[in-house]
């Protein structure tokens, strides 16, 4: 339990308490555990104007693209050095067959998208747009495969295509369709949420299912695949116990699935329209995130003491009530700097967990549930939480560092958590950073950091915050929320004190 000291002064004989600042402690030379570059990964379904509008105009369309993909997204996902994206889906895998999506695009047949909204799926953005939007990001592959609805015939042949280079009539198939050398594609995820959407089966029906599609997804030439099994609906620990008791020595990484949902699934609240008492319990509910990731670690850790296999959230993120006149089933919502607080108290998670955790997906990357960005035709614009991602891409491929805070309260009407989130890490160059963010909406919150192993010449950093903390961008405003340069931070040989605006996540880094 972390403790808020108290201090008695006794000033012309009159008591006078004052809280202790918050005291953050960094051990600089003490990092061992990296954590990975996919923890700041993504996730795009064929979902509303995810993949349509989203990524995909067309070559024909006046919107800058290359090859049919806006060269606008392109870019902004660019600049945050986004390290993998997660495909097809979703819900949407497991109805997906691939050689729907390969070919010439007006013979491709085209489908109803029974999951989201009911609409006509073209194919026309497949197998082969896929990987050259993630050439054109510079970014690794994730697909998921169809475990649902497929057959085990249809995923092998799929892995074969991709990633053959000899003759066979799989390779010979994707020559035919352009592609002459094959790709490198190493994330394959076999089925998704087979619990529900993915074929409603019980852990000990997929976790055989799992090993007899995993046995088929060969690797080809130098190609290794690591494959990821379907993993754990939010705290269903014995989903994650009986798969890493049955299925453990065929899998890479084994998935997690978890919402942050204010209210309820039949009235999840507003995206933008919500009061303080609302905020609160948003952030109480995030906060299970670590409590989850403590759990599952904790089973996979008596399979899998050498932590050989990667706990990996992919799909995460907040979850609210569609924006007015939209279709229900295309799941887009505005993103607030409530968002903001809740995609940095989350990576901060993850960085914590890096020895066990590998890889996230924030779902989803582009105008669904808590996209980065969002698009109106032509326009383009970067949601609070992208900003969160471009301030944190430091972490990337870092080294953790060893904290320890001692935090103040953010309470209301009789609850209290920390006010404050904290992670910090050490890149090749030696360089450290730190992301802190300040949950309460109310207060400012002064910290304390003493460093040790490090010899700091000089400090700068950059802020998010707002006046209010459900301001958000839209296309007629899009820098409401957006980073600005930060200093509130003071050096004075190895302490730094720390002012945090309320409402913030800040991006330190030492020098």
Same mark, same amino acid.
């Given at each position: 339990?972390?403790?808020?000291?108290?201090?008695?002064?006794?000033?012309?004989?009159?008591?006078?308490?004052?809280?202790?600042?918050?005291?953050?402690?960094?051990?600089?030379?003490?990092?061992?555990?990296?954590?990975?570059?996919?923890?700041?990964?993504?996730?795009?379904?064929?979902?509303?104007?995810?993949?349509?509008?989203?990524?995909?105009?067309?070559?024909?369309?006046?919107?800058?693209?290359?090859?049919?993909?806006?060269?606008?997204?392109?870019?902004?996902?660019?600049?945050?050095?986004?390290?993998?994206?997660?495909?097809?889906?979703?819900?949407?895998?497991?109805?997906?067959?691939?050689?729907?999506?390969?070919?010439?695009?007006?013979?491709?047949?085209?489908?109803?998208?029974?999951?989201?909204?009911?609409?006509?799926?073209?194919?026309?953005?497949?197998?082969?747009?896929?990987?050259?939007?993630?050439?054109?990001?510079?970014?690794?592959?994730?697909?998921?495969?169809?475990?649902?609805?497929?057959?085990?015939?249809?995923?092998?042949?799929?892995?074969?295509?991709?990633?053959?280079?000899?003759?066979?009539?799989?390779?010979?198939?994707?020559?035919?369709?352009?592609?002459?050398?094959?790709?490198?594609?190493?994330?394959?995820?076999?089925?998704?949420?087979?619990?529900?959407?993915?074929?409603?089966?019980?852990?000990?029906?997929?976790?055989?299912?799992?090993?007899?599609?995993?046995?088929?997804?060969?690797?080809?030439?130098?190609?290794?695949?690591?494959?990821?099994?379907?993993?754990?609906?939010?705290?269903?620990?014995?989903?994650?116990?009986?798969?890493?008791?049955?299925?453990?020595?065929?899998?890479?990484?084994?998935?997690?699935?978890?919402?942050?949902?204010?209210?309820?699934?039949?009235?999840?609240?507003?995206?933008?329209?919500?009061?303080?008492?609302?905020?609160?319990?948003?952030?109480?509910?995030?906060?299970?995130?670590?409590?989850?990731?403590?759990?599952?670690?904790?089973?996979?850790?008596?399979?899998?003491?050498?932590?050989?296999?990667?706990?990996?959230?992919?799909?995460?993120?907040?979850?609210?009530?569609?924006?007015?006149?939209?279709?229900?089933?295309?799941?887009?919502?505005?993103?607030?700097?409530?968002?903001?607080?809740?995609?940095?108290?989350?990576?901060?998670?993850?960085?914590?967990?890096?020895?066990?955790?590998?890889?996230?997906?924030?779902?989803?990357?582009?105008?669904?549930?808590?996209?980065?960005?969002?698009?109106?035709?032509?326009?383009?614009?970067?949601?609070?939480?992208?900003?969160?991602?471009?301030?944190?891409?430091?972490?990337?491929?870092?080294?953790?560092?060893?904290?320890?805070?001692?935090?103040?309260?953010?309470?209301?009407?009789?609850?209290?958590?920390?006010?404050?989130?904290?992670?910090?890490? +050490?890149?090749? *160059? @030696?360089? &450290?950073?730190?992301?802190?963010?300040?949950? %309460?909406? !109310?207060?400012?919150?002064?910290? $304390?950091?003493?460093?040790?192993?490090?010899?700091? +010449?000089?400090? *700068? @950093?950059? &802020?998010?915050?707002?006046?209010?903390?459900? %301001?958000? !961008?839209?296309?007629?405003?899009? $820098?409401?929320?957006?980073?600005?340069?930060?200093?509130?931070?003071?050096?004075?040989?190895?302490?730094?004190?720390?002012?945090?605006?309320?409402?913030?996540?800040?991006?330190?880094?030492?020098?």
């Amino acid at each position: 339990m972390k403790k808020v000291i108290l201090s008695i002064l006794f000033l012309s004989g009159v008591a006078v308490i004052s809280v202790a600042q918050n005291k953050l402690v960094i051990n600089a030379d003490q990092g061992k555990d990296v954590i990975s570059k996919h923890v700041y990964g993504h996730f795009s379904e064929h979902l509303g104007h995810c993949i349509y509008g989203g990524y995909w105009v067309g070559e024909d369309s006046p919107i800058p693209n290359t090859r049919g993909i806006r060269n606008d997204v392109v870019k902004a996902l660019r600049d945050i050095k986004i390290p993998n994206l997660r495909w097809p889906g979703g819900c949407f895998a497991d109805e997906y067959h691939w050689m729907d999506g390969i070919g010439p695009r007006d013979k491709r047949p085209k489908m109803v998208n029974t999951h989201w909204g009911g609409v006509v799926e073209d194919n026309s953005f497949g197998t082969h747009e896929f990987l050259d939007l993630c050439e054109q990001l510079n970014c690794e592959p994730y697909i998921c495969g169809n475990v649902g609805s497929g057959t085990v015939e249809e995923m092998s042949k799929w892995v074969e295509y991709i990633t053959f280079d000899g003759e066979s009539p799989m390779a010979n198939l994707r020559r035919q369709n352009g592609r002459e050398k094959p790709w490198k594609v190493s994330f394959w995820g076999v089925g998704n949420e087979n619990w529900g959407c993915g074929g409603n089966m019980t852990a000990e029906f997929y976790a055989d299912q799992y090993k007899r599609y995993s046995t088929y997804c060969r690797n080809y030439g130098d190609n290794k695949l690591y494959l990821i099994a379907g993993g754990a609906n939010s705290d269903d620990y014995n989903w994650t116990e009986t798969l890493m008791k049955n299925a453990a020595r065929q899998m890479q990484g084994l998935s997690l699935h978890h919402y942050t949902i204010p209210k309820n699934w039949e009235d999840k609240g507003s995206a933008t329209q919500f009061d303080e008492a609302e905020y609160y319990v948003t952030i109480e509910k995030t906060l299970k995130m670590n409590d989850l990731l403590k759990r599952h670690s904790n089973i996979m850790d008596r399979y899998d003491p050498q932590k050989r296999v990667a706990l990996i959230p992919d799909e995460w993120g907040t979850w609210y009530n569609v924006e007015s006149g939209t279709n229900p089933g295309f799941l887009y919502q505005q993103n607030t700097m409530r968002d903001a607080i809740i995609a940095a108290i989350n990576l901060n998670i993850f960085n914590s967990y890096c020895d066990r955790v590998k890889m996230t997906n924030i779902a989803q990357t582009i105008n669904v549930l808590q996209a980065v960005i969002l698009t109106d035709k032509e326009k383009m614009l970067l949601t609070p939480t992208y900003w969160v991602y471009y301030l944190y891409k430091v972490h990337q491929d870092a080294t953790l560092l060893p904290i320890s805070l001692s935090s103040a309260k953010y309470e209301l009407n009789g609850k209290k958590i920390d006010a404050i989130s904290v992670s910090a890490s +050490k890149d090749a *160059s @030696g360089k &450290v950073h730190i992301t802190l963010v300040n949950i %309460d909406p !109310n207060k400012e919150q002064s910290i $304390d950091a003493d460093l040790r192993g490090i010899e700091v +010449k000089n400090v *700068s @950093g950059q &802020v998010l915050t707002s006046g209010k903390i459900n %301001d958000y !961008n839209s296309f007629d405003t899009p $820098d409401v929320v957006s980073v600005k340069a930060f200093t509130g931070a003071k050096l004075s040989k190895d302490k730094i004190s720390i002012t945090l605006p309320s409402k913030s996540v800040v991006m330190l880094e030492l020098n």
